[in-house]
């Protein structure tokens, strides 16, 4: 390492008796080093740059051939470079295009979660100025959040990063909260879908479907039950679900011409190569091409899109097949639809042609629980006991055991207000 910093020669020295040469160098004081025998009348050896001069002054005169077969180290380094002014230059602007590249945005990852559109939040990013191209100082981070968030109500926070060119944008969702009405530990019972009513087990209060029933979703079942004892009514339902398939399939087969197209990109500047592309039919294979540097990524990027000559050949399909693989889609797709509770009945598979069409139709018979909770609030729940505790006409009024009723029945709000009411009226008659 210390000879590559002073620099050094690599020597090669022909003749008779090189080893004799080799003990003049060293009465002399000229230190050699690496010293390699080639053949019996042939040596190499490294040498010190500050020693070449006496080198030459001990050779000079004799009969042996001396070579200098390489200059290696710095110094050498420095001297070629300083003689080759060109490519001094053309580094040092090279360095400063690099940092001043190095101050602008070249690309933006964006992190969402589901249910917002990355599309959507990129436009938004983009007219509140942060794209590829800004300048990374300008970016006003506060400025850019608040117009987001203003613009999606769904967004709870948006963090913005620089790590390098890139910026990596992360959306976090707001939390669904609660209704903003008060709700009470009354509920209704409703059907989340169509079905037939096989039984109704109305653990909390009243039902009003029989078996037998045809429901629609969204029928009331169950009125006036607690939250704390939820009903079951179970129903037939219905599950269908088709698909269909062609016993021809039209492949494109490459007829081996092709032709590529190339596109520079400068930040957010295309420039197009362009082509004439005389195919009918093709397809096209892109490929983009650029260069990182750790967390830097140059702005200069080369796309290159490659068109295929193609030709339509109808291939047949193996029938059977085909209906394997159309059973098996359409199997798949009744998996994601019928829910884990449900119990499957029956199930009935009809299998039409049409042409060179194959339609695949399966109907799914289930029992299940078709039972949605639909709270009710405070206001609603309280019409409820107003309606039930009204008699008809030519009934008694039943009045409800207080100590079976859960601590935060609304009934017992009821007895409280009516029992201070009473309370008042007697004090007022006593005076």
Same mark, same amino acid.
């Not at 159309?326 to 994601?336: A, G, S």
């Not at 009945?345 to 039409?352: A, L």
């Given at each position: ?5 002073? %620099? ?8 008779v008796?090189?080893?004799?040469f080799l003990?003049?160098l ?5 230190k050699?080093y ?9 040596i190499e050896?490294? !040498?010190?740059r500050?020693d070449?001069?006496a080198?030459?002054?001990?050779y000079?005169?004799s009969n042996?051939d001396?070579?200098?077969?390489q ?6 380094i420095?001297?070629?470079v300083?003689k080759?002014k060109?490519?001094w ?6 360095l400063?295009l $690099?940092i001043?590249t190095? *101050?602008?945005v &070249?690309?933006i ?7 917002i ?10 007219e509140a100025?942060?794209k590829?191209g800004v300048y990374?100082?300008s970016i006003?981070?506060k400025?850019?959040?608040?117009h987001v968030? $203003?613009?999606?109500d769904e ?8 790590k390098g ?8 969702k707001?939390a669904?909260? !609660? ?5 009470s530990?009354?509920c209704?019972?409703i059907?989340?879908?169509? @079905? ?8 909390? @209060?009243?039902?009003?479907?029989n078996k ?5 979703k969204?029928d009331? $079942?169950?009125s006036g039950?607690?939250n704390?004892s ?11 679900a088709?698909n269909?398939?062609s016993y ?5 087969e490459k007829? %081996?011409?092709?032709k590529n197209?190339y596109?520079l ?5 295309? =420039?197009?190569?362009?082509k004439?592309i ?8 892109n ?8 967390? =830097? ?11 295929y ?6 291939v047949?399909k193996?029938?059977? *097949?085909?209906?394997?693989?159309l059973k098996?889609k359409? $199997?798949?797709?009744l998996?994601y639809?019928?829910p884990?509770?449900?119990r499957i009945?029956?199930s009935?598979?009809n299998?039409?042609v049409n042409?060179n ?7 799914v *018979?289930?029992?299940e ?5 639909y709270?009710?609030?405070?206001a ?9 505790n009204?008699?008809k006409?030519g ?5 409800s055991n ?6 935060n029945?609304i ?5 409280? &207000?009516d029992?201070?009411?009473d309370?008042?009226?007697k *004090?007022?008659?006593?005076q």
């Amino acid at each position: 390492m210390i000879s590559y910093i002073r %620099g050094y020669y690599v020597i090669t020295v022909e003749g008779v008796s090189v080893e004799k040469f080799l003990n003049h160098l060293m009465r002399n004081g000229i230190k050699v080093y690496n010293v390699k025998k080639i053949s019996s009348t042939k040596i190499e050896f490294n !040498l010190d740059r500050e020693d070449i001069k006496a080198f030459k002054n001990v050779y000079r005169g004799s009969n042996f051939d001396v070579k200098i077969k390489q200059s290696t180290g710095i110094p050498f380094i420095l001297k070629r470079v300083y003689k080759n002014k060109a490519m001094w230059i053309c580094a040092i602007i090279s360095l400063f295009l $690099l940092i001043m590249t190095s *101050q602008f945005v &070249t690309d933006i990852y964006i992190q969402v979660p589901e249910g917002i559109k990355k599309d959507e939040i990129r436009k938004e990013l983009y007219e509140a100025g942060l794209k590829p191209g800004v300048y990374k100082k300008s970016i006003d981070r506060k400025e850019i959040r608040d117009h987001v968030m $203003l613009k999606f109500d769904e967004v709870a926070y948006l963090s913005i990063n620089v790590k390098g060119t890139n910026i990596f944008v992360t959306v976090t969702k707001k939390a669904e909260t !609660l209704k903003s009405v008060e709700q009470s530990n009354y509920c209704n019972i409703i059907a989340k879908k169509d @079905g037939i009513i096989e039984k109704v087990i109305a653990r909390s @209060g009243n039902s009003v479907v029989n078996k037998g029933d045809i429901v629609r979703k969204g029928d009331i $079942l169950v009125s006036g039950s607690n939250n704390k004892s939820i009903p079951e009514v179970w129903a037939t339902t219905f599950y269908e679900a088709s698909n269909s398939a062609s016993y021809e399939e039209i492949v494109k087969e490459k007829t %081996g011409n092709k032709k590529n197209i190339y596109t520079l990109s400068f930040y957010d500047n295309e =420039y197009t190569i362009r082509k004439s592309i005389k195919y009918n039919n093709y397809t096209i294979e892109n490929n983009e091409y650029k260069l990182s540097l750790g967390n =830097y990524t140059f702005p200069l990027r080369i796309k290159v899109s490659t068109f295929y000559e193609t030709k339509d050949k109808k291939v047949e399909k193996d029938k059977e *097949q085909v209906k394997k693989e159309l059973k098996e889609k359409t $199997l798949k797709q009744l998996d994601y639809t019928i829910p884990a509770s449900a119990r499957i009945i029956d199930s009935k598979h009809n299998y039409n042609v049409n042409k060179n069409m194959l339609e695949y139709t399966i109907t799914v *018979q289930t029992s299940e629980n078709i039972a949605n909770i639909y709270s009710l609030s405070k206001a609603e729940a309280e019409n409820m006991i107003r309606e039930q505790n009204t008699p008809k006409e030519g009934e008694e009024v039943q009045p409800s055991n207080p100590e079976k009723r859960p601590i935060n029945d609304i009934r017992n709000e009821f007895e409280d &207000t009516d029992n201070k009411e009473d309370d008042s009226n007697k *004090q007022n008659d006593n005076q």
